[in-house]
C-alpha cells in the first residue's frame, strides 16, 4: 500500500479447437461483482451512449466499495490469453541457466525481462512469494531480450495481448473518467498515450507459481498481502484459485477464476489521484489447500496501468488531499521501496 494513502483447484478441459474451457461455478465469486462490458467491448465499434453511463456508474460504484471487478465480454480473445499462456508455459520449463540470459536487470529503470523465484517481496511481513515472472515491457525490449530461439511465439504473442490489454484499459479509464465526472475525458485519456513506450510505465507481467516445494519459510505463500502500485491491473487467472481479495469488512474471501473474464482492481497511485473515493484493496494468493493442489502450476497475467511519466498527479476533486507527485517519480518511489533499487 502506498505509505500516504489508507484453492480451487479446477480441472481445465480442451475443445476440438484447442480452446481451454473450466469447470467453474460462475457464481462463486465472493463480494466481487460481475460486469457485463459488452457496450464498450474491443469488439463493439458501433457504441451506443445511452449504454456507457450505466456501465461507467457501475465501474465507480465497485471500484469505490470492493475495488475489484470481473468483466465479462470485454473483447479480448480468450484463444489469445490461452495461446499467451502455453508460450509461457515453455519460457518458465526452460532451464534456470538459460533463463538467466534474459533476467531482468533490477539496477535500471523500466526493464523487461525474467525475475527469478522469490526476487520479489511484496511485504516485510512474509518472506518473498513463491512465483517467478517476465515483465514485458515493449519500449526497452530488444530483439536480444525476447527468448526467441528457445520459445520463438512468445513475443509475438505476448505484445498482441499487452496492445489488446492496452486498448481496453483505455476504454476502462475512459468509462471511470466519466462515473467520476472529470469534465474533459479526451484530456485525462491523452495523459496515458505515450502507453508503450519510454514515456509511461505501463507492463505486462506473466507469472509462474511453480507446485510447493517440501519446506517452505515461516509465513511464505505464494504471493504476500499487498496492493497494486499504478492506476488499474488487468489479470487474467488460469483454472488454479488462490487468489484472495480483502473485503470491505476487513477478512480475505477468495476471487476464484471464472473462464472468459478479466479481474480488474484499482491501485494505489488511482486512489491517491483521486483522494481516496476509489479504494486500492489489498489481495494476496494463497497456498493450496490439499496435496494434490500443492504440486499443481499456477499461472497468471497481469496488465499495470500507469500515466505518462511527466503526467502530474494532484487530486482530480481539487482537495489537494495529497502532495502533488509526477507519475515518474511515483512509480520509482515504490519500486525502490520494493526491490531496493529500480525495475
Not at 264 to 280: E, F, P, Y
Not at 296 to 323: C, Q, W
Request: proline share 7%; net charge negative; glycine share 6%.
Amino acid at each position: 500500500m502506498d505509505p500516504d494513502t489508507q484453492n480451487n483447484g479446477h480441472i481445465p478441459t480442451t475443445d476440438k479447437n484447442g480452446h481451454i474451457s473450466w469447470d467453474v461455478d460462475t457464481q462463486d465469486h465472493g463480494h466481487i461483482p460481475i460486469i457485463d462490458f459488452s457496450p464498450y467491448s474491443l469488439l463493439k465499434f458501433a457504441v451506443d451512449e445511452d449504454e456507457l453511463l450505466p456501465l461507467a456508474t457501475q465501474l465507480v460504484q465497485a471500484f469505490s466499495t470492493v475495488g475489484f471487478v470481473y468483466l465479462r465480454n470485454h473483447g479480448i480473445p480468450a484463444d489469445l490469453v490461452s495461446r499467451t499462456f502455453e508460450s509461457s508455459n515453455k519460457f518458465f520449463e526452460l532451464p534456470e541457466e538459460v533463463k538467466e540470459k534474459f533476467t531482468l536487470p533490477l539496477e535500471r529503470a523500466m526493464s523487461h525481462g525474467w525475475l527469478h523465484l522469490e526476487r520479489e517481496r511484496v511485504t516485510t511481513k512474509r518472506p518473498p512469494g513463491i512465483k517467478e515472472c517476465f515483465d514485458v515491457r515493449p519500449q526497452v525490449a530488444t530483439e536480444k531480450l525476447w527468448p526467441s530461439e528457445d520459445v520463438p511465439e512468445f513475443q509475438q504473442r505476448s505484445l498482441l495481448l499487452y496492445d489488446k490489454c492496452r486498448q481496453l484499459s483505455l476504454r476502462i479509464l475512459e468509462l471511470m473518467a466519466r462515473g467520476l465526472n472529470i469534465q474533459d475525458v479526451s484530456n485525462f485519456l491523452s495523459l496515458h498515450d505515450q502507453m508503450g513506450s519510454a514515456a509511461n510505465g505501463t507492463m505486462m507481467r506473466i507469472l509462474h507459481y511453480p507446485p510447493v516445494p517440501e519446506h517452505l519459510k515461516p509465513g511464505q505463500i505464494r504471493c504476500g498481502e499487498h496492493t497494486d502500485y499504478g492506476e488499474i491491473t488487468l489479470l487474467f487467472q488460469d483454472s488454479v484459485g488462490g487468489l484472495e481479495v480483502q473485503s470491505c469488512e476487513g477478512k480475505y474471501v477468495p476471487a476464484p477464476p471464472i473462464p472468459n473474464t478479466v479481474v480488474v482492481n484499482i491501485g494505489d497511485l488511482m486512489q491517491r489521484w483521486t483522494a481516496d473515493k476509489l479504494v486500492s484493496t489489498m489481495h494476496r494468493v494463497l497456498l493450496p489447500k490439499t496435496e494434490a493442489g500443492l504440486k499443481r502450476h499456477r499461472r497468471s497475467i497481469a496488465f499495470f496501468v500507469h500515466p505518462n511519466e511527466d503526467t502530474v498527479i494532484a487530486s482530480l476533486d481539487g482537495s489537494n488531499k495529497y502532495p502533488s507527485i509526477k507519475a515518474g517519480r511515483y512509480l520509482d518511489d515504490r519500486l525502490t521501496a520494493t526491490y531496493g533499487g529500480k525495475s
